[in-house]
């Protein structure tokens, strides 16, 4: 038999965790183009205007190809100048685009940058286990985990399982990623 009370922590838990998604930013959905955010360092730096004699630029049939959003597809006077694919990583990124005035030549780089002191964070898991409990046998068992959180190289969060011997976890965690 379940006992009532222990059902309480894991319900704050779910309800933590749930409350985080309300107030931190969305992420972007897999193939959802949004614009880049401007770097903070260059955000009050006025632009420019130069006069390259030419900028190369890839065919029109390459704004198809990359999937970009249908407005930008049919607009004759927007160009791809360069595109890139950056690699899954915890480590916020700067990507820059470069333009050599006098080759026409255009050049993205991209710089890992520090892990800030202090984030919010919107990350997680479900997981679904089957295994061996001491004592108890073969069981299988619920997970939730969400990291609210992130200090430099620690995230800190929230956690939830049940097991299907009935048992109840809830709790907070703390790691290190690298």
Known sequence: MINKNYLIYPSVAVFAA???FYFVPKVSH???YKPSVVSPQIVEVPKEVIHPAQVKVYPKSVKKTLNLPQATQ????????????????????TVTTTLDEKTGEVKTEVRQDEFPWLAAEQTGYVRLSYGVKTGRGKIGRLSVS??????????????ASIDSDTQMYAGVHVDYAW
């Open 18 to 20: 749930a409350s985080w």
């Open 30 to 32: 897999t193939g959802e």
């Open 74 to 93: 049919e607009n004759d006077s927007i160009y791809v100048l360069d595109s890139s694919k950056l690699p899954a990583d915890d480590h916020p990124q």
């Open 146 to 159: 969400e990291n609210l959180i992130q200090i430099k190289a620690l995230h800190a969060g929230v956690d």
